[in-house]
């Protein structure tokens, strides 16, 4: 199969979703697409969940229907030789909450998928759908796609690692409202701006449920010219695009691929009195703060897994560290193999780590209570009842979340190791 690098042209369908009405929208893209008559090889954007809207309440049930959708976006795709690109609900295969996630299906077939990595808490969507853990490029036959999904246009570094990775077309999905839309039009061309990339961003529109759209799907060049803009009623808009734009624009500076190291990772270190002002400014923000403890003696795979699920239940994660005389205390005279400077320095390190604070006490009771987490995170090998401060946290309006160990290993299981070592 011959790549190109960009898509030849690229569309974006307007409309009004229906709430629940599967059949009823898919009607409307297909009369619209027809009308528009795409060329060939065009790469057409859909709205966000725009075969069933945010039917919060028959979110499963209608999950059910996504096969079926993908199947007629295929024969859509195929009929008229082009790509569609629209987000769906992805339901999870451990059973708990589906991904809203941008799907991209060609001719034949499904092509790949990015799942909406931040969830609109202020319409209640984390309440049915789970973020995405990535949000990597979709390989399709005419270059690698990039994806936001709707609030994720407000999150400029998901972009940047698309454009930094490589990406050179933005396609977003959106259910945008009408009070916002200038927050909309700014954000679109700020994202192709900042990243000169080609952005197809296609909104709903009119009354979805009791929500108005904003419409306004826009095209925008490299360089933040509006190539093509929708108003506030049904429609597709489309134009071809010259790959030479990208490169032009690029050439003379490129400030998504400017991605030196300007984190001082040591910082994170913190005392128990800096910490405590620190979350202080992030909790007035409305943030929420996950910690959680441990020896973290010698890091390794499991470690590093379960850190990255705990940063997860929050916006930020403190780890408490147990001092050197802690350790000891806890595993016997010949622990810790790395000292405290150096083990809160190698977790500091760590991306999903925010702050490192060091206790000496047996248990990290005090600093749960000063500190007092929106998120307790323990390893599911301990009960709740068993877990240090849960009465606490749950008292305090908290909640305590058990971790799955991803990787059968221990500091202690790889101490043996080492030992037996000839």
């Not at 000292?339 to 990290?364: I, K, M, S, W, Y």
């Amino acid at each position: 199969m011959t790549t190109s690098p960009l898509f030849p042209a690229v569309a974006c369908v307007q409309f009004t979703i229906a709430l629940g009405a599967v059949e009823r929208n898919l009607q409307e893209i297909e009369g619209l697409i027809d009308r528009f008559q795409p060329a060939p090889g065009t790469l057409l954007v859909l709205p966000e969940m725009w075969a069933t809207g945010f039917d919060y309440e028959r979110t499963r049930e209608l999950s059910r229907q996504t096969p079926k959708i993908l199947a007629a976006m295929q024969r859509i795709a195929a009929q008229y030789e082009v790509y569609l690109a629209g987000t769906l609900t992805d339901p999870a295969d451990d059973g708990g909450l589906p991904t809203n996630t941008l799907a991209v299906v060609g001719p034949r077939g499904v092509i790949g998928g990015i799942a909406k990595q931040h969830m609109f808490s202020h319409w209640q969507e984390d309440r049915y759908y789970q973020s995405g853990k990535a949000a990597p490029l979709i390989a399709t036959p005419h270059g690698s796609l990039a994806g936001l999904v709707c609030y994720d246009l407000r999150f400029p570094e998901v972009a940047r690692r698309q454009a930094f990775a490589g990406g050179r077309l933005l396609a977003v999905s959106a259910e945008w409202p009408l009070s916002r839309v200038d927050h909309w039009q700014t954000l679109v061309r700020a994202r192709a701006i900042e990243n000169q990339v080609f952005v197809a961003a296609a909104n709903g529109c009119g009354l979805t449920g009791a929500m108005e759209m904003a419409g306004h799907s826009m095209i925008v060049a490299p360089d933040g010219t509006v190539m093509q803009a929708a108003g506030t009623e049904p429609a597709v808009i489309g134009c071809p695009l010259d790959h030479n734009l990208v490169d032009e624009q690029r050439r003379r500076f490129y400030t998504a691929g400017d991605q030196g190291w300007l984190a001082a990772d040591r910082d994170k270190i913190r005392s128990l009195e800096t910490l405590r002002a620190d979350l202080a400014l992030i909790r007035h923000q409305g943030s929420r703060v996950a910690f959680t403890n441990g020896c973290f003696d010698i890091l390794h795979a499991g470690h590093v897994s379960y850190l990255e699920a705990a940063r997860r239940t929050a916006d930020c994660l403190v780890v408490g560290l147990n001092t050197d005389d802690s350790v000891r205390g806890l595993k016997g005279p010949g622990r810790p193999v790395n000292n405290q400077a150096d083990r809160a320095r190698v977790l500091a390190a760590l991306g999903c780590v925010d702050f490192v604070v060091l206790f000496a006490e047996p248990t990290p009771i005090r600093l749960i209570t000063l500190l007092a987490p929106d998120v307790l995170v323990k390893g599911a090998d301990y009960g709740e009842e068993q877990i240090v401060g849960a009465p606490e946290v749950r008292g305090a309006g908290g909640r305590v979340v058990r971790i799955d160990f991803e990787h059968d290993c221990s500091t202690t299981g790889l101490i043996e190791r080492i030992r037996t070592i000839p």
